[in-house]
């Protein structure tokens, strides 16, 4: 099973600054995608990467997907307390298995 | 219901006792995953069930965890003689086939908060 680290591990900053996490891995996966986990909740998708080099944006978050295919970041601008919950990224084995490894999570805190 | 359901929201548990905790799929997904997240942390994969292939256990941390998915459908997770350091939630996903890695996504459920004292 390939594993991934996220990087930082816990991230608090004040409300209108700009953040970035990183997601790492020495494998390839075929796509990775990005979730956010609220307390009480399950993880709900964010966005999907595919392509080596590829950046999506979604409002104020913006992730990019290495060119390797082996390490994603996420960017948020202007950060809000709203974006306050873990960031997880996980990524698909193989087209067809659909087996998704998560890595540990970012924890952010928006402080207004 | 339209998601993905998990039964019971929370469960209280003397140590030693067993367990069973279930987890309804969306219609139609022919995945499903149990993950296992302790307090704070990540996401730690147990098992995976796709479609009619044979299980990929690799994750259950002891020969206490086993599950199952009848009919392709509705999954069970059991841990038997149940320790202290169970106590996690369990989040149970479910998600289409498709080939299309655009176009998969893992659903979750709410979760189990299982305590076990």
């Known amino acids: 099973t390939q594993l991934l680290e996220q990087s930082p591990q816990f991230l608090s900053i004040q409300e209108g600054e700009n953040l970035t996490v990183y997601c790492n891995s020495s494998?390839?996966?075929?796509?990775l995608q990005w979730y956010r986990q609220e307390p009480g909740e399950g993880p709900v998708l964010l966005v999907t990467?595919?392509?080596?080099?590829e950046v999506k944006k979604l409002k104020r978050l913006t992730f990019q997907f290495g060119d390797a295919r082996k390490d994603s970041s996420l960017h948020i601008t202007a950060a809000q307390p709203g974006d306050t919950g873990l960031y997880l990224c996980?990524?698909?084995?193989?087209?067809?298995?659909?087996?998704?490894?998560f890595g540990p999570g970012t924890r952010l805190s928006v402080l207004p | 219901g339209a998601g993905v359901s998990q039964s019971p929201s929370n469960k209280v548990t003397e140590k030693g006792k067993d367990v069973e905790l279930r987890c309804d799929p969306i219609?139609?997904?022919?995945?499903l995953y149990w993950y296992r997240q302790s307090l704070g942390q990540g996401l730690e994969f147990l098992i995976y069930?796709?479609?009619?292939?044979?299980?990929?256990k690799s994750g259950l941390p002891s020969d206490r965890f086993s599950a199952e998915r009848t009919g392709g459908s509705v999954s069970t997770l059991t841990i038997q003689r149940t320790q202290q350091e169970d106590s996690a939630v369990y989040l149970c996903?479910?998600?289409?086939?498709?080939?299309?890695?655009?176009?998969?996504?893992?659903?979750f459920g709410q979760g189990t908060r299982l305590t076990v004292v």
């Open positions: 990467v595919v392509t080596g080099g």
């Open positions: 996980a990524g698909e084995e193989d087209n067809y298995g659909q087996n998704f490894v």
């Open positions: 219609s139609g997904h022919t995945a």
């Open positions: 069930f796709q479609g009619n292939s044979a299980p990929d």
């Open positions: 494998s390839v996966f075929s796509s």
């Open positions: 996903a479910s998600s289409p086939l498709s080939t299309d890695a655009l176009n998969t996504e893992a659903f």
